[in-house]
């Protein structure tokens, strides 16, 4: 089963705007991690923000910003201030069991902020 | 604090052929990762390992793919023989927490496979 699931497979956004990328998860573990990386065109995987399951606000990085649902099972990634750099993959991931094994990615949603 | 070193950058081979792709994780980090990341597609995980130990390998093609982490550092990904949906970036991942949910995994710069 589909343990990361984002269905936005793409989005556009103009520059200065804020954005919204979706991300829901499936987990029976209480104890887990989520994560969200950005994938330039370049190639590389650049890490962005944390949510531990068991923290109790939504976690933050400048202009990064993680809204977590622990209820929904969501944890979407709020972009402000769109910047043209901005456009690239963005995927979301997680981390789970007692070993941090199963570190899996979702399918992604290319970002295109227009100026 | 150097990255995750990956090599070679790119390959092609025919199909049938084998390949091996070398990683070096961060200096103390633990948690190895290997991923396969198909064009258009997020990253699939193939093998995880702890120090020497495989923790999770259960989308391993294993009539095709081994993998190995010697000494606990280095690792080596093998493919033989190749197909041509073996086609994709081979991304290499490590990571120092093992018990933890909150360690981020950082990423090498890839190897990119043609199979033709």
């Known amino acids: 089963a589909q343990k990361i699931t984002q269905t936005q497979p793409g989005m556009f956004v103009q520059e200065k705007e804020a954005v919204t990328l979706d991300c829901t998860y499936d987990?029976?573990?209480?104890?887990?991690?989520l994560f969200w990386y950005k994938q330039p065109s370049s190639g590389e995987m650049i890490f962005l923000i944390y949510?531990?399951?068991?923290?109790?606000q939504n976690a933050t990085e400048g202009r990064y910003s993680l809204n977590f649902q622990k209820a929904r099972k969501s944890a979407n990634l709020v972009i402000s201030a769109s910047q043209l750099g901005d456009s690239a993959m963005y995927f979301c991931?997680?981390?789970?069991?007692?070993?941090?094994?199963?570190?899996?990615f979702g399918p992604g949603t290319r970002l295109s902020v227009l100026p | 604090e150097a990255g995750v070193a990956q090599s070679p950058r790119y390959k092609i081979i025919e199909k049938r052929q084998s390949v091996a792709f070398w990683c070096n994780p961060i200096?103390?980090?633990?948690?190895l990762y290997w991923y396969q990341q198909i064009l258009g597609q997020g990253p699939k995980l193939l093998i995880q390992?702890?120090?020497?130990?495989?923790?999770?390998d259960s989308q391993l093609p294993k009539d095709r793919f081994s993998a190995e982490r010697l000494k606990g550092v280095d690792s080596t990904l093998k493919i033989q023989p190749a197909k041509l949906e073996d086609s994709a970036v081979y991304l290499c991942?490590?990571?120092?927490?093992?018990?933890?949910?909150?360690?981020?995994?950082?990423f090498g710069q890839g190897t990119r496979l043609t199979v033709v």
């Open positions: 987990t029976s573990d209480q104890s887990y991690g």
């Open positions: 949510q531990g399951s068991y923290d109790e």
């Open positions: 390992f702890q120090n020497n130990g495989v923790v999770d």
């Open positions: 991931a997680m981390r789970e069991g007692w070993r941090g094994q199963n570190f899996v």
């Open positions: 991942a490590s990571s120092s927490g093992h018990l933890k949910e909150n360690t981020e995994a950082f």
């Open positions: 200096s103390g980090h633990a948690t």
